[in-house]
């Protein structure tokens, strides 16, 4: 009986994602009593966890960089869906979620995960190494899809606020899906090598000869249940976000706080990939995962959102306020000096963290 137990205990990461979606289907579009929210975000952080599982399966199946662009394009894919749902049932009040969302993530790709996987490295090893080629060129691609998505419509004057013109929408658009576009080929195809693991000596780690790697069959059944995770941790996230609203608005914070709290949420499993990589000396791999959901979260979210404003009524605020410009702008002049030497110390990722405690706190009070 205690074998069966013990057998049963050790396959939760099957059984969790199934009862997850299972809660998901009984309370979806339910206003839920406290109980319930509290059950579902039990439900919500097991299927986190079951994501993560999943996600390291697939990975060492398919390898590096492959495997981070798995659960970075997944995470994204399913927050955009998020996003949609809200903005077409949330009325005015979330003409700035999408903005409020994508800016949370990056904030917490760039500086949260980020950071966190240098202090585990750095400390693991005195010293994280990484691989700057690759990990410059993320950076890079990451501050210009950003700036143009949610800088620039602060500055146009085609329409009042911070929004831009449909015309104008659309180029965005196009544009950071051919930048994104652009940054998979090369991540994983021309220059695939700067994107992989390297040892403390630079040389390039192409394969875990440790562990075997696991069957196709193993991999592709991963590969599901990750998706069903995944649909589990956004669906249960919105069925709780009306409790979520509902703190936020009695504790006198600002909406945006609510789309902090949704990317805090979505970006879960991949925080807790990136650490656990860097725990593993896979430092790059935790760089991947960082700044490819970033790049995939404004890259997939703005046309995404371009295409639903077709359907969607009334305007679309993108354009970040001068606080978080100060905030992203930062954020990319210290990314670019962590990167550049392609070695990183417990400084360079306390200072990351810093940043992120100083969103968190400026997202609370501006």
Known sequence: MAAKIRTYLARWTIYVPIVAVVALVLTWGRELPPA?????????????????????????????????????????????????????????????????????????????????????????????VFNPEGTGGALAAVATIAALSLVLPSFTTSRPGPQFSPAQLGFAAVASLGLYLLFVTVQTRRHRDYFLPITTAGEVIDAEDHVDPPTGRAALTSLGLLLVALIAVVGLAKGVSPSIESAVEGAGLPQSVVGVVIALLVLLPETIAAVRAA??????????????????????????????????????????????????????????????????????????????????FLAASP
């Open 36 to 128: 319930l929210v509290i059950i579902s975000a039990i439900l919500l952080a097991g299927a986190v966890l079951a994501a993560v599982h999943h996600a390291e399966v697939v990975a060492h199946k398919v390898g590096e960089p492959f495997g981070s662009l798995v659960l970075a394009v997944a995470v994204t894919v399913i927050e955009v869906a998020l996003i949609v749902t809200l903005m077409i049932s949330g009325g005015e009040k979330t003409q700035s979620l999408a903005r409020d969302t994508v800016f949370a993530a990056v904030m917490i790709t760039c500086n949260g995960i980020l950071g966190l996987s240098l202090l585990v490295g750095a400390l693991r090893r005195r010293i994280a």
């Open 279 to 360: 725990a593993r000396d896979r430092m790059q791999t935790s760089l991947n995962l960082a700044l490819g959901s970033a790049m995939a979260s404004i890259g997939l979210t703005i046309p995404a959102i371009a295409i639903a404003m077709i359907w969607l009524e009334g305007p679309l605020l993108l354009g970040l306020g001068g606080t978080q410009m100060v905030l992203l702008a930062l954020t990319v002049v210290v990314g670019t000096l962590t990167v550049v030497p392609g070695r990183a110390n417990v400084l360079q990722g306390g200072i990351h963290v810093g940043l992120l405690a100083v969103f968190l």
